[in-house]
């Protein structure tokens, strides 16, 4: 157990130095990302408990993908301290869930499942605005073939919004339904933003954000706390959101 919590500790702060490579070899950023992900699946591997029904692997779908989707969104930047602040998001963030991880599989006595949801919530959002800017950003910057890219981003889309609505108690095939309907309606909207005048920021940003209105209302719905007041209060935020973002993005793209 001493191991696993200096685990959780250690193993970000290795991710964080990797990252620090692009730096000094900008060509091994993705060798970097390899090492990344493998230590993010062994990390979960370490954490987990006999004594939880829940597969090892499942809670290493959401920090790998996170580390995928934030490295090649990096490439796509030139300013050293926006690099920087993506690095240091990365580690807090890595930090962060295998913190609340290893509450969950070694100290039940101080885990909250809050907390579990709300670090859900924001790296799934972080997710799906890396990955639709990644999908945005690479394609119109190598000149890819957009079908291939395309798919990529739904396997995302679907993994992450199936991890933030995997739920206890609930039925298996409910959860599979919903993040299928959220990954194509996702998906409908990427195909969409392709013909609009805006940049990839701008964008993966107004894509984060319906996607952020869905996955919550869903996860409301499923555990059968969804009530009126709620729903307005995600579509005020998310049409106050985009109306702010989609007036201001002459000065974001």
């Known amino acids: ?5 200096l685990a959780v500790i250690i193993f970000p702060l290795i991710i964080w130095l990797l990252a620090q490579s ?11 990302l390899g090492i990344s992900v493998v230590l993010t699946i062994a990390l979960s591997f370490i954490l987990k408990s006999p004594e939880r029904q829940v597969p090892w692997w499942l809670p290493a779908i959401l920090p790998t993908i996170f580390i995928v989707s934030i490295t090649a969104y990096i490439s796509l930047q030139s300013s050293w301290i926006l690099v920087q ?6 580690a807090i963030f890595i930090f962060n869930y295998f913190k609340n991880l290893y509450y969950f599989w070694q100290r039940p006595d101080l885990y909250e499942d809050d907390d579990n949801t709300r670090i859900k919530a924001y790296g799934g959002f972080l997710v799906i605005f890396f990955a639709a800017a990644d999908l945005y950003g690479l394609q119109s910057l190598l000149s890819l073939t957009v079908w291939p890219i395309f798919i990529i981003f739904a396997a995302m889309v679907l993994a992450v919004a199936y991890v933030n ?19 194509l309606l996702i998906i409908e909207m990427a195909l969409v933003f392709i013909f609009l005048p805006l940049g990839y920021n ?26 009126a007041k709620k729903i307005k209060l995600y579509l005020i935020l998310s ?15």
């Open 85 to 90: 602040l993506l690095f240091l998001i990365l």
């Open 202 to 227: 701008v964008s993966a940003l107004s894509i984060g954000i319906v996607y952020y209105l869905l996955i919550n209302l869903s996860r409301l719905y499923l555990l059968k706390a969804l009530t």
């Open 239 to 253: 049409y106050a959101g985009l109306a702010i973002l989609l007036f201001t993005a002459r000065w974001l793209n």
């Open 165 to 183: 609505l995997n739920l206890k108690n609930q039925d298996q095939k409910t959860q599979w339904q919903f993040s299928i309907t959220i990954t």
């Open 1 to 5: 157990m001493k191991f696993s919590r």
């Open 22 to 32: 692009y730096f000094i070899w900008p060509e091994v950023l993705y060798v970097s």
